[in-house]
């Protein structure tokens, strides 16, 4: 007899995806291209066939009175990577799915007992798919291959048969798919979390699947390095509108207050923002200062602050990019420079409206020579209006 037909790992059901819930915070998960270190640790599930083993043992003239399985342990794997873009990555590493066994008790012919346990370790190489859900929080799937290194043992009690070789040992190459969701706390530090189903050889000619739900940490290398904040144009001074004085005993006449001159003052979205992000530098903050410096004892309608992006990414996208920035400045504006939050509103309006002359930048890839060329597309423009004039 072969105890290849006492132990199977199978299928042990759907592959669940494994829900991250986190804090909302104002950081997209990475988009930049860079490597990243990683680790994960969780449960690791496998289903022991409980029937092949019965039947095995019948066939050697044995009958099982019970079989009791040990089908869960701790898994972890360690993991690297480099993300070319914000929709694809490379990624390998090491697993260890811990050990699984059986014990099948038999009472006839005789009593005794037959013990089997598998030991499953090995190295990694998938394809990552990456699905931007908001500016901090991403889906992604992942293919691949596995090359795994099965050890069993097996022993017994009584009369019970094991292989003429008790501890058969193989490695194998499979492959191996997992779903997961990822969310970035800050530009350097993210956390995961995953389900994973590996193939594997158990080293006595069967085939199964275990599969490792499991929770980790992810920490990226370096970023991008902003380029440096032009000044913003300093926006022109409105002197205070005089005041007629009309001599009595005439009549006193209505005084008109002029207006001052709506005006625009543009910032470079890259003097406020790090590539594609929406949470405000501290280097690009003094130009909103000196922009409500400049506002204090002017009379205005209201400021409308536009946020603007480049023509790269999805319509929906760019959209929330842009509102979420304009909000930024908006909040900014109103909590840290006094711009009373009744008389200030923001919008983004997409990549709509650019800088840029059609032709100017060509091709469509975000690469960097693109980046660089639609930098000027990349804008918040903060708009005044003038006040209608007061009756007095």
């Known amino acids: 007899m072969k105890l290849a037909r006492a132990k199977s790992v199978r299928v042990s059901g759907t592959l669940g995806l494994a829900a991250l819930a986190v804090l909302a915070s104002p950081f997209a998960m990475a988009d930049d291209t860079g490597w990243y270190v990683g680790g994960n640790v969780g449960q690791s599930r496998a289903k022991i066939d409980d029937e092949r083993i019965t039947s095995s043992l019948l066939g050697a003239g044995f009958t099982s009175t019970s079989i009791t399985d040990d089908d869960r342990d701790l898994g972890y794997k360690i993991f690297g990577g480099y993300q070319f873009n914000k929709n694809f990555a490379l990624e390998g590493g090491y697993f260890d799915l811990g050990e699984f066994g059986f014990t099948a008790t038999t009472a006839v012919p005789s009593a005794g007992t037959l013990n089997g346990n598998i030991k499953l370790r090995g190295l990694n190489l998938d394809a990552v798919g990456i699905l931007p859900i908001t500016e901090k929080f991403s889906a992604f799937g992942r293919v691949g291959v596995n090359y ?12 019970v048969p094991v292989l003429t070789n008790p501890n058969p040992s193989k490695k194998d190459t499979n492959y191996k798919v997992g779903l997961g969701l990822q969310y970035a706390v800050t530009e350097s530090l993210a956390v995961r979390a995953e389900a994973e189903r590996y193939r594997i050889d158990d080293a006595v000619g069967n085939k199964g699947d275990i599969d490792l739900f499991s929770v980790g940490l992810v920490y990226r290398f370096g970023g991008k390095t902003p380029a440096p904040a032009p000044r913003a144009a300093e926006p022109e001074r409105v002197a205070a509108a005089p005041v007629a004085v009309v001599t009595p005993p005439l009549p006193q006449p209505a005084v008109v207050i002029p207006p001052p001159v709506p005006r625009k003052v543009t910032f470079s979205a890259d003097s406020l923002f790090d590539f594609d992000k929406a949470a405000m530098k501290p280097a690009g903050k003094p130009n909103l200062d000196k922009f409500a410096a400049d506002l204090r004892g002017t009379n205005y309608d209201v400021i409308t602050v536009t946020g603007h992006t480049d023509r790269i990414g999805s319509h929906a996208y760019n959209m929330k990019l842009s509102t979420r920035r ?9 909590e840290s ?12 309006v997409d990549g709509a409206d650019p800088v840029t002359k059609a032709g100017e930048c060509k091709g469509k890839k975000a690469t960097k020579e693109l980046i660089a060329c639609l930098q000027p597309d990349r804008r918040v423009e903060v708009e005044v209006s003038a006040q209608k004039p007061v009756q007095r």
């Open 148 to 159: 795994a290194q099965a050890r069993d043992n097996f022993t017994s009690t009584g009369l």
């Open 337 to 348: 420079a006094g711009i009373p939050a009744n008389k200030i509103t923001a919008k983004g």
């Open 326 to 334: 304009a909000e930024a400045v908006q909040t900014y504006l109103v």
